[in-house]
């Protein structure tokens, strides 16, 4: 496994960090120095190099990333352009060769820390200049779950913690579950232009003014002025995390030749939360921003604001007597994305392992093996057509809100070894995605049962039943229509001439139900009493939404508000519903998916498609 170096890409400066005999460090220089490209809080220029080496650029790291990464746009520094490509570059480079120079080995891999809700055209430019600085492979991570592989690498507590990161120019929220030192993000979000150096500019603009009232003088036309009026805000914005007041002191500056003068003034923390409260309202809309009903047992407050007592009062005022500590460690990004790179290396390389086993004994295995045949039916507008499209993963039927199959349609998996002369009328050759993706594998969509336009589709879908010809039936429940008459006399002729070959129950649409009116565990109870009612005995239910299945997969470029603010709703409803947790208490054989941020999954699609893959290798329910 080659090396991995994890960068902080703050708004302030860059750090770095690589794990060495498994615990991660700060990469230092010769002198034991932490090894970092300082920005300029956005107050001037600040060149960077070192004393050997000349500085080849002068540059500022919060324009790269707040203009450059955030904005999109060319940092615009004493009236000339600088390429961010360019600048970050040798930025990459730099700390890539420290890296090796610290770490006695080549680094081919970076993890490179950016705010959570960062577009895939906004990372571009990161992206590049990372691949031009020599790294073989570029992965980003959000700032908060960084902070968080950090934190649990030292704690193996078992709890739900919530990360408040509060840096120079960006302040994040991230939701997690750390169980036995592995992290799972349940939530995240990132306001991209609020921290420290914004609290600081509001501070120095408003003591500008008074200056300016009081004296006469215009610091803003001050050579030098202004950037050192911004470090006294700053300054002063940390003394007041522990003080009443603090001081704001100016010496020695000159509004002309003849004229010196010193600017002195105090400012309490009255005054600062004066400044600061549109701050607050938007940290307690940050913490109220998601919907989960997860309870937080610690927060952790990281980055320069975590000083700051207003963020630990809006925190107590949201979540009331939850533990709030301080987890300051400057370099805790940098090395947890380190660790976080580390981690998806080593699991790869575990999947990489297991894949190369699988595939010598698939190998070894008899190629003559029998076709698996999954057959789908319901009644009219349950869902069929798109539950099919959801599971293979592309749109091969038509779903529509009427009778739109005629005849058995089969899909048989062209990527495993179904020979292509399947090909016909009613056959088709479709390259299936996901995790059915290798198997022998035939899905047959059947007609409705209740078309009342067509009665012979009814009589297809019995005949297909009747004849047998398939190893998995599904049936499809519309979970809006329970009970109604014409699904339980097909579920009566199912339970008649199935001949004795598995079902799997699917309960479809559970994205329509109102979780308000009535749980999971209530719905998943009266469909199963209502099957058994038809003499299925145990019978195997998944609840799914093929729709919302469907739509993560056929997504294209960034959605509309109004589908993001949908797909939110629907990621809350499957986690309020306890999707994941029924499947792994139900199907705990079949369904080891951990990745429960993916609405796919959420969805139950995934789940389906793992417990038909199981019966593919001869497994049974």
């Known amino acids: 496994m080659s090396e991995i170096i994890g960068i902080d890409f703050g708004t ?12 991660p460090e700060c990469v230092r220089d010769s002198g034991g120095k932490t090894a970092f490209f300082p920005g300029d809080g956005g107050k001037g220029v600040a060149a960077w190099g070192t004393k050997d080496k000349p500085s080849t650029y002068l540059s500022a790291v919060s324009s790269i990333k707040r203009e450059a990464v955030i904005g999109g746009k060319y940092p615009w520094l004493e009236g000339k352009v600088y390429y961010p490509v360019t600048l970050l570059t040798d930025m990459f480079n730099e700390l890539k060769v420290l890296g090796e120079s610290f770490l006695g080995k080549t680094i081919s891999q970076v993890v490179i820390c950016l705010p959570e809700r960062l577009l895939g055209k906004q990372t571009e430019v990161v992206n590049e200049a990372a691949v031009r600085a020599g790294f073989e492979q570029v992965q980003t991570v959000a700032d908060g779950v960084a902070a968080m592989h950090y934190y649990a690498s030292c704690n193996q507590n078992r709890e739900n913690i919530l990360i408040c990161d509060g840096g120079a120019g960006t302040f994040s929220v991230t939701l997690g579950s750390i169980k036995g030192g592995e992290i799972e993000k349940l939530y995240g979000n990132t306001e991209m232009f609020f921290g420290g150096l914004d609290f600081d500019t509001k501070i120095a603009d408003r003591l500008a003014k008074e200056f300016a009232t009081e004296y006469g003088i215009n610091l803003y036309g001050l050579k030098g002025a202004m950037p050192r009026l911004y470090n006294a805000a700053e300054d002063a914005r940390i003394s007041l995390s522990s003080k009443h007041e603090a001081e704001i002191y100016l010496p020695q500056l000159a509004a002309k030749r003849s004229q010196i003068f010193d600017l002195y003034r105090k400012i309490g923390q009255g005054e600062m939360y004066e400044l600061t409260y549109g701050y607050r309202l938007l940290i307690l809309n940050m913490l109220r921003s998601f919907d989960i009903s997860i309870p937080v047992r610690r927060v952790l407050l990281t980055g320069g604001l975590s000083y700051m007592p207003m963020v630990g009062e809006c925190i107590r005022e949201e979540f009331g007597n939850v533990s709030v500590e301080v987890f300051h460690v400057k370099e805790a990004q940098a090395m947890g994305a380190a660790l976080y790179g580390t981690t998806i290396a080593s699991r790869k390389e575990r999947v990489f392992s297991r894949h190369r086993n699988e595939v010598r004994e698939k190998n070894n295995y008899n190629h003559k093996k029998k076709i698996f045949k999954v057959l789908v039916t319901a009644t009219m507008s349950a869902g069929k057509s798109t539950f099919i499209n959801a599971l293979i993963g592309k749109k091969v039927s038509k779903a529509e809100n009427m009778a739109c199959t005629d005849r058995i349609l089969s899909f048989a998996n062209s990527g495993g070894k179904i020979s292509r002369t399947f090909e016909s009328e009613d056959g088709t050759s479709v390259n299936f995605l996901g995790k059915l993706a290798e198997f022998d594998l035939v899905i047959k969509d059947s007609p409705g049962v209740n078309s009342s336009m067509e009665r012979s589709h009814r009589d297809i879908t019995r005949r297909e039943i ?23 006399y097909h579920m009566e002729f199912v339970r008649e001439h199935a001949m004795g070959k598995p079902v799997l129950f699917l309960l479809n649409k559970i994205d329509c139900l109102n979780p308000e009116e009535e749980d999971l565990k209530g719905i998943i109870r009266r469909v199963r009493s209502y099957i058994s009612s ?4 145990a019978p195997m239910i ?66 389906v498609a793992m417990i038909i893959m199981e019966l593919c290798k001869g497994g049974k329910i």
């Open 542 to 607: 998944c609840p799914v939404s093929a729709k919302v299945g469907f739509e993560v997969l056929s997504d294209e470029g960034e959605l509309e508000l109004e589908d993001q603010l949908e797909r939110r709703r629907c990621k809350r409803l499957f986690k309020t519903f306890g999707i994941p947790q029924y499947y792994a208490q139900e199907f705990s054989q079949y369904c080891t998916d951990s990745e429960i941020e993916n609405l796919h999954t959420l969805s139950g699609i995934n789940y």
């Open 534 to 537: 038809k003499g299925f005995k």
């Open 12 to 23: 302030g400066f860059l750090t770095a960090a690589v794990v060495k005999d498994g615990i």
């Open 466 to 488: 009747k004849q047998g010809d398939y190893d998995l039936l599904v049936y499809i429940i519309n979970a809006s229509q329970i009970g109604v008459n014409d699904d339980s």
